[in-house]
């Protein structure tokens, strides 16, 4: 009986593990991937989140790196999470001033930042550091929420083992959703993406509305660069880059079809499968195929690549997204 009694406990804490690394993968998905929303509900592509989740995650760890001696815990963390969401606003005013004024192809624009950044990340490391390499020491991690963590079953999912992150991805999934379809501003920014014409006929302005929205995803991918970095790599380090994870969170903005319930259902898909590299050993299903853990690292990719040759035909972008507008024209 104690021998059974052990492997349910043992079944139990793997299915926890799964679950807190499902979070910990899906919840930076959901922050750029939202951000890419407001962008493109605003009528301009923005695949430049990679290098945004790239400068955003490479400024905010250096600011740790640099404070780390007389802040830690949750303060520094919050003072390093306002940093990522201004490096990524200031950063995506590019892509912004790109598309908007200039009227550039935002798919080049997107890409030339993308290229941008991690030389910028790695040049700036190795001129301060004199490697490549930004670390830092992890005092963000939470044992337990007093109170919350001892609820039964839900205190080991969800409060235990976990991050502040956590819960400000949540909040900002719920910000998100009532900001893009129950306010105002959402009405505007959604009709700047599909008639930007009719939109500027009722007297708003589709250049200060398309600024905002690529401003918001910047705040957003800065922000989704540290959670990345904190709370999904395993090495206390910054080195780079964020491992194609804004390229995914295309993927998961495109299969949730630009709205926010969607996008939260396909973050937590994308996640569970990514999870899996780090838990599979733990199955003896799957470790018993004695697959290397790259093949697990690769799921969330390739599953992002099968999902959206089944669904890409059936999803519906914002009409006039990546379509630059002249207010001369009609």
Known sequence: DEEIEKGGDSIMNI????????????IPLLIVALGGMFSE???????ALEGI??????ISIGFINVFQDRLSGQGLFLLAFLVAAVAGALFS?????ASVNLKADQTI????????????????ARMVQGKSQVPFTDTFHIEKVPVLGDIPVIGPMFFQNCYLSTYIGILIFIAASVLI????????????????????SVGINVYRMRYAGVLISGV?????????????????KFENGVAGFGFLALAVMIFGQWK???????ALLFGFFRALGNVYSGFDLLSNLNLPSSVYNMLPYVISLVVLAFTSQKSRAPKAEGIPYDKGQR
Do not use: K
């Not at 509900?41 to 695949?47: Q, T, Y």
């Not at 989740?53 to 490479?58: E, N, R």
């Not at 926010?260 to 396909?266: C, G, M």
């Open 15 to 26: 299915i926890y593990f799964l679950i807190q690394q499902t979070m910990f993968f899906s």
């Open 41 to 47: 509900r605003s009528g301009v592509i923005n695949i």
């Open 53 to 58: 989740m790239v400068m955003g995650a490479f």
């Open 93 to 97: 005013l590019l892509h912004a001033f």
């Open 109 to 124: 624009s997107g890409t030339a930042l993308n290229m941008f950044a991690p030389a910028f990340a790695l040049f700036m």
């Open 181 to 200: 379809s129950r306010t105002r501003f959402g009405l505007r920014l959604r009709a700047c993406g599909e008639h930007p014409q009719a939109a500027d």
């Open 220 to 236: 957003l991918g800065g922000l989704g660069g540290i959670v990345y970095i904190i709370a999904g790599v395993s090495e206390w």
């Open 260 to 266: 926010p319930t969607r996008i939260a259902l396909a």
